[in-house]
């Protein structure tokens, strides 16, 4: 109708897995920025930064064996895996950073409550790159 496909069953699944993956992440990194900020005494852009580079990793591991496991990276496919999910992941680090440092220092907000706000943009950024190379479907092309 209207020209519009419906999106596959498994892409809508895959989509409500990513995202639940991305909510506990999400609470995951805020706690280890509070951990990092309030308890170690981390400037808060600093402790963002680690923050996220070890929710990358954790959220690699669980989309690997849930959202995406049937076409899941195994063996030394993992490695090159998390390597490409790094580079799509840690492409967004700016873009949330930079979010969370006007969000701070323009909006007023505290850290806490910025970095869910910055978090939001990449999500589907992050979502499409990984799916389309971190977990594609078809090898890359020789040549």
């Known amino acids: 109708m209207y020209g519009l496909a419906r999106p596959e069953r498994a892409t809508v699944e895959r989509l409500g ?14 706690g280890l ?7 170690g005494g981390l400037y808060y852009l600093l402790a963002a930064v680690i923050a996220i580079e070890i929710t990358i990793l954790s959220q690699y591991v669980v ?3 849930w ?4 076409r899941s990276n195994d063996g030394a496919d993992f490695l090159s895996g998390m390597l490409r999910t790094n580079l799509v992941r ?3 680090i700016p873009i949330q950073t930079g979010l969370l440092w006007l969000f ?3 909006g007023g907000l ?7 706000c910055a978090i939001l943009p990449s999500g589907v950024y992050r979502y499409v790159l990984d799916a389309r190379w971190t977990w594609r479907t078809t090898p890359p092309e020789d040549g």
């Open 17 to 30: 897995q990513f995202v639940t993956v991305g909510a506990l992440a999400t609470g995951l990194q805020t």
């Open 33 to 39: 920025l509070w951990l990092f900020t309030d308890v």
């Open 63 to 65: 989309n690997n064996a």
């Open 67 to 70: 959202t995406f496991a049937e």
């Open 90 to 92: 840690g492409s967004a």
């Open 104 to 106: 701070v220092t323009y």
């Open 110 to 116: 505290g850290v806490l409550l910025a970095n869910l």
